[in-house]
T-cell receptor, first 113, second 108 residues
C-alpha cells in the first residue's frame, strides 16, 4: 500500500518560531510537493522538487523554504512563523510523466498563535 | 485568471439522483487531467483520470473536451457516501493545478 506520511497531524506554534514540517514517501517518486489549503482558496503550491537537492518555487513561496536531501523526504520550513501561516499543509508525491498522479499525506494542521 | 475554475456549489441532491460537475482550464497546453475527492478534514484522493475518449468507473463518468477546455464528472445513482468535495486537477509539465473544489451533499 503506497504511503505518504507527515510528521504531525496537529501543530501549535508561536509567532516567530522556526517550524519544520516533514514528509516521507515510500513510492520512490521523483516529484514531491508542498501545498497549503485554506477555505475558499483551494490548494496552493508552495514549493516542489523534482529531484534530490532540487527545488522550484510554487505560487506562494514567501516565508517558506524547503529541503530535499534524500529522495523519499521533503521538508518544509517556516523560518519565522506568522499568524497568516495558520493553515492545513499537505505534502504530495508523484512519479514523472503525464500519467503520474499525486498521492497526498494526511496533512498537518498548523496553528500559529 | 485562475488556471482551473470550478463552480464551488454546494450541490445538494437526493439519493439516487444524477449530478454533473464541470471544470474549465486556461492553458491549452495542459497535458493530463484528473478528478480528486476530498472528504472533510482529510487529504485529497484520486478518483479517476480523465481521457479525451471519456472513461467510466462504475457510477462515475469523466469526459474531457480539449477544444473547449473543460472537464466533466458525472455521478449516477448518488449514494450518501458520495458526499465530499470534488477537485478538478490539471497537470502541466509535472506541475499540478487544482480547482477550489465543488461540494456535494447527498441527502437521504
Amino acid at each position: 500500500d503506497v504511503k505518504v506520511t507527515q510528521s504531525s497531524r496537529y501543530l501549535v506554534k508561536r509567532t516567530g518560531e522556526k517550524v519544520f514540517l516533514e514528509c516521507v514517501q515510500d513510492m520512490d517518486h521523483e516529484n514531491m510537493f508542498w501545498y497549503r489549503q485554506d477555505p475558499g482558496l483551494g490548494l496552493r503550491l508552495i514549493y516542489f522538487s523534482y529531484d534530490v537537492k532540487m527545488k522550484e518555487k510554487g505560487d506562494i513561496p514567501e516565508g517558506y523554504s524547503v529541503s530535499r536531501e534524500k529522495k523519499e523526504r521533503f521538508s518544509l520550513i517556516l523560518e519565522s512563523a506568522s499568524t497568516n501561516q495558520t493553515s492545513m499543509y499537505l505534502c504530495a508525491s508523484s512519479s514523472l510523466g503525464l500519467a503520474g498522479t499525486q498521492f497526498f499525506g494526511p496533512g498537518t494542521r498548523l496553528t500559529v498563535l | 485568471r485562475k488556471e482551473v475554475e470550478q463552480d464551488p456549489g454546494p450541490f445538494n441532491v437526493p439519493e439516487g439522483a444524477t449530478v454533473a460537475f464541470n471544470c474549465t482550464y486556461s492553458n491549452s497546453a495542459s497535458q493530463s487531467f484528473f478528478w480528486y475527492r476530498q472528504d472533510c478534514r482529510k487529504e485529497p484522493k484520486l478518483l479517476m483520470s480523465v481521457y479525451s475518449s471519456g472513461n467510466e468507473d462504475g457510477r462515475f463518468t469523466a469526459q474531457l473536451n480539449r477544444a473547449s477546455q473543460y472537464i466533466s464528472l458525472l455521478i449516477r445513482d448518488s449514494k450518501l457516501s458520495d458526499s465530499a468535495t470534488y477537485l478538478c486537477v490539471v497537470n502541466e509539465r509535472n506541475q499540478f493545478y487544482f480547482g477550489t473544489g465543488t461540494s456535494l451533499t447527498v441527502i437521504p
